[in-house]
């Protein structure tokens, strides 16, 4: 019995958008005892790259959800531990500044920080009263906690008031404070120290005996809309952390904040704080298709109010709760878990995706043109001998091999016809470049449907789960629109030409419709990504594939790059940390120097395989391009002409490359 | 004071047009071929001119190359039309930019002297298209780039828009040629979530026939729900007015922010709008902006002309 619709489930697929309580919506990551945020004595800096579920991952350690009413046990040991969570409004912050409010900026900075997190612990109060915890001689205590007159006097509150009862008093204030905002000529009604009075509140919450050995994280997300002034005050809570808070600090993966203080120490990493990354700490790449799975899964069960048949054993909640990490971990579990995933989002084998070439008319049409390119003027051979409906796969590759100067045709059909053992190395390496081109010589809108498959979509969503949650919402937006709606869990299955419909969809939408409209630059990192896109585009199309599945480039340097000056240098570097920050590009370990004799970037960087099916070019993780610094200054910093330029020096190079391919071999290109 | 509608004219060029006023204005940047024209030619007729620019960083405005700073600018305006027993004002609404008439207007608005307030405003023959090319699909490049959202002061919501005060308002949004502009705005929200409710006004009919169809072109991939969407004429600031004070009186409870990011005329009913309902006091409604940094040349020629003639009641 469905309680809602799959596709508003999936459509709601941020944490903002669902409650504040993470409890049993939480799934948490498989190596989540190390990191548990509340564990830690000295403060963290958390990173994360664009949708990896930042925030989720903050409120699971806040009061909403340690005290959530789905739990049906509250233990003491709980309670020893608290987060708060504090987002800011970015665009007020943009205005508190030296610059704008003198030096009053501080004392505005210290209330907006004070006046909210004083409510969040009115409401944290009134939220332990209202949850399952069962001692009611403990609630009454802290019902009756008191902010006396002269606990409250330095926010102008003129009588004594319960704690429970400052939220409403507290929102008032906020709005005291934003007419001050809108008139800083003004004497600023209450000035204090927020640290320090945070600190006090604090401790008339610890009077009450269940809560004396508590402390008190706070989480303060998106720390890069704070400027630097800003982030020097917040440094110095964590350099010199107070008894009963901690103060903690999330930010973009890729952006780095201030280490400064306001005094003349900095903040440094082990010492004063730990860095933890949720890609790579917490998740870690190979993990993260079972997290997403795990996700979809959890989510379809609560619109269908069922539970798989393989999964009726495990608790409600399991998902988030720390005891069940271990059993996760387990081969027994995940087989489970793939199985009912790939139920929903079939793949398909390069082999069989060769199979449907052969036996759709166009595309078998595509490859016998190009093995007559191939074979050229050479009339010894019939392009019909080429093609095998028995051998899929080596026909499909034969397109591309016989555009190949060093491969004699007559030894290729040798091959073909009695030993296609041969072709072993070939299917590892140039099948999907070959069905690529293939599939990007057609121009009637068929898609290549190896981009879909859930393990696809993994690959395809590079740890951004909110590209994982987008094409499976669209997948069943695109079932719903074709009338296959789902009437129970075994029903959800999508077949695999609708699946990559969605990849190409989504993957335009990606491009023509989101990064432009990133952060501040967004206009200029879609020219890049377009440039990119277009320059591993033409390797794609080249009917030898001889350098096929390029996606990514690696940086040589030369003596070119003395020539940049210093403000291209500071261009140039700023859209570089944007494109990684708002991951249109990732960024790997350079692992491969075929050319050990250039001096290679230590890193490489990969357009973002989202946008793969747009531009038609492979997804998965095989060859790179190296550009060296006048190259990139071109993609990233030059006029149109100077970029048609290098397309153009691209395309030569490609043909060329058909012509000569001793200059770079197969082997040298097998990572 | 209450600012009101007194008359809207309209030349059909500016040879048509007559500039026989007694009085000082303001103006900003002169850009392009219509904001030159227009600020000479006013220039030539009034007592004295101001031109006037907003600062982003240091939130303070630049008059004449002095620095003031934004709230001493209401007292100088004060002290200066009190010195010079000012009746009439002209605001060149051109080149102004939406933060200068914005508060140019809330200021004026606190005066309790009897001051006529003559809007005008030049529409553009053309707006410069880019080149197309392959690699660009953009066609009008009328800013270069464009700045953080900000408030602009006094128009803030009455308390932080943040996580503690945990209510979602609306965004009305008005709708020009740039969808970047918009795009911004949702893409942002996807991470801060502020917005749960998007009402656009497009600017129906466009300055020229068919322009309207180019703003629903670039926009329609962004709009999820097209009954949110109201229509404002172009050209027209007062039934740009009639508009969101509709909208509003619907939603009376809820946190609004308006941000104009269409034509000038719909901008300068939207600050007028905004002006009278802060000194209201009665709703919570906000402004934000993108300051975006206008190119040049960005329009060629010089079609209507515009004059909207306000009074303070």
């Known amino acids: 019995m469905k309680k809602k619709s799959l596709t508003s489930s999936f459509s709601m697929n941020r944490a903002e958008e669902t409650s504040l309580d993470m409890w049993g919506e939480y799934v948490l ?99 332990f009263l209202d949850s399952s915890y069962v001692n009611e001689e403990t609630k009454i205590k802290v019902r009756e906690i008191l902010l006396t007159k ?54 008339l919450i610890k009077e009450v005996e269940i809560f004396c050995n508590t402390k008190f994280h706070i989480f303060i997300d998106e720390f890069e809309h704070f400027n630097e002034e800003q982030q020097h005050v917040i440094n110095s809570w964590i350099k010199h952390v107070p008894e009963n808070t901690i103060y903690n600090v999330a930010y973009k993966k890729y952006y780095e904040p201030s280490v400064s203080t306001i005094g003349s120490e900095s903040i440094q990493p082990r010492n004063d704080y730990r860095e933890v990354n949720i890609e790579l700490d917490l998740i870690g790449e190979k993990n993260f298709k079972l997290i997403a799975s795990e996700i979809i899964i959890n989510k379809v069960q609560v619109v269908f109010d069922d539970v798989y048949a393989d999964l009726k054993d495990y608790d409600l909640n399991y998902l988030s709760n720390e005891k069940f990490i271990e059993l996760r971990k387990k081969d027994e579990y995940r087989n489970k878990i793939d199985n009912i995933i790939n139920e929903m989002f079939p793949d398909i084998s390069l082999k069989e995706v060769a199979k449907l070439i052969l036996n759709d008319t166009l595309l078998r049409g595509k490859v016998s043109t190009s093995i007559k390119d191939g074979l050229g003027k050479n009339s010894d051979f019939k392009v019909e001998q080429f093609i095998d409906d028995t051998k899929p796969e080596e026909s499909i590759l034969n397109a591309i091999l016989l555009h190949r100067k060093r491969i004699n045709a007559s030894i290729l059909l040798d091959n073909f016809t009695n030993n296609i053992g041969e072709y072993a190395k070939w299917k590892n390496n140039n099948l999907f470049g070959a069905i690529l081109y293939i599939y ?55 077949n695999i030409e609708y699946q990559a419909n969605v990849v190409r969809d989504v993957s335009r939408n990606e491009f023509d419709r989101k990064i432009a409209y990133l952060g501040t630059y967004g206009k200029k990192l879609k020219k890049i990504a377009e440039r990119l896109g277009k320059l591993f585009e033409l390797a794609h199309n080249n009917p030898a594939q001889s350098f096929a599945e390029v996606n990514s480039f690696a940086l040589i340097s030369s003596a070119e790059e003395a020539k940049l000056s210093s403000e291209e240098i500071a261009d140039y570097e700023l859209l570089f940390r944007e494109l990684l920050m708002w991951s249109v590009l990732t960024e790997k370990d350079n692992t491969k120097k075929w050319n050990s004799s250039q001096n290679n970037s230590l890193k490489e960087y990969r357009l973002h395989p989202m946008l793969s099916s747009y531009f038609g070019i492979s997804f998965r993780k095989k060859r790179k391009y190296d550009f060296n610094y006048s190259e990139i200054k071109t993609i990233f910093l030059g006029t149109d002409v100077e970029y048609q330029e290098l397309h153009k020096r691209y395309a030569e190079k490609n043909n060329n490359e058909n012509d000569n391919p001793e200059e770079i071999t197969l082997l040298d290109m097998i990572k | 004071m209450k600012l009101e509608f007194m008359k809207i004219k309209e030349y059909s060029s500016i040879d048509d047009f007559e500039c026989t006023m007694d009085s000082i204005f303001f103006y900003g940047k002169k850009i392009d071929d219509r904001s030159i024209t227009m600020v000479d030619l006013i220039s030539s007729q009034c007592t004295h001119g101001y031109e006037i620019i907003y600062l982003n960083k240091t939130n303070s405005f630049k008059i004449n190359d002095n620095s003031i700073k934004f709230n001493e600018l209401e007292k100088a305006m004060r002290e200066s039309i009190k010195k010079n027993n000012i009746k009439n004002i002209v605001l060149e609404s051109t080149s102004l930019g939406y933060t200068e008439l914005l508060i140019i207007l809330l200021n004026l608005s606190k005066e309790n002297s009897s001051i006529e307030i003559t809007i005008l405003y030049a529409e553009p023959l053309e707006y410069t298209k880019k080149t197309q090319n392959e690699l660009d699909s953009e066609i009008y490049e009328l800013s270069e780039d464009y700045h953080p959202h900000k408030y602009i002061k006094p128009f803030l919501l009455n308390e932080p828009h943040d996580f503690t005060s945990n209510k979602a308002a609306s965004l009305i949004s008005f709708i020009g040629f740039e969808e970047n502009r918009l795009g911004r705005v949702i893409e942002k929200n996807n991470d801060d979530n502020k917005y749960n409710e998007f009402i656009y006004i497009m600017p129906v009919p466009g300055f020229k026939f068919g322009w309207e169809n180019i703003s629903l072109a670039k926009h329609y991939h962004l709009i999820d729900n097209y009954k949110e969407i109201h229509y404002a004429p172009a050209d027209d600031p007062y039934e740009t007015y009639r508009i969101l004070e509709k909208i509003v009186e619907n939603n009376p409870s809820k946190k609004i922010v308006i941000m104009p990011l269409g034509t000038k005329p719909c901008t300068i009913g939207a600050s007028i709008f905004l002006v009278n309902k802060k000194n209201e006091g009665k709703y919570d409604i906000a402004t934000k902006f993108d300051f975006p940094i206008k190119s040049k040349d960005r329009s060629t020629g010089i079609s209507k002309i515009y004059e909207y003639r306000l009074k303070l009641i």
């Open chain 1, 150 to 203: 002269r606990v409250v006097s330095f926010l102008g509150i003129d009588k004594d008031i319960l704690f429970i009862d400052y939220e409403k008093e507290g929102h008032l204030l906020r709005s005291e404070f934003i007419d001050w905002l809108c008139s800083p000529e003004k004497e600023l009604p209450f000035k204090f120290k927020a640290k320090e009075k945070i600190e006090y509140f604090i401790k």
């Open chain 1, 440 to 494: 990007n010589k057609e121009k009637i809108n068929r898609r290549c449907p190896y981009y879909g498959g859930f393990k696809h979509f993994i690959e395809q969503s590079a740890l951004n789960i909110r590209h994982t949650l987008e094409l499976v919402l669209q997948c069943f937006i695109y079932a719903e629109k074709q009338d296959n709606s789902f009437q129970n869990l075994q029903d959800i299955t999508v």
């Open chain 1, 29 to 127: 990551p498989i190596y989540y005892k190390e990191y548990n945020l509340l564990q830690n004595e000295k403060s963290t800096h958390i990173t994360g790259g664009r949708g990896i579920g930042k925030t989720a991952y903050l409120l699971y350690h806040c009061y909403p959800t340690i005290l959530s009413p789905k739990k049906t046990e509250i233990k003491d040991e709980e309670l020893e531990k608290i987060g708060l969570y504090l987002k800011l409004d970015s665009e007020l912050l943009e205005d508190m500044t030296s610059a704008v409010l003198d030096k009053n900026w501080i004392h505005a900075f210290n209330a907006y920080i004070g006046l909210s997190i004083f409510i969040e612990l009115s409401k944290f109060l009134k939220t």
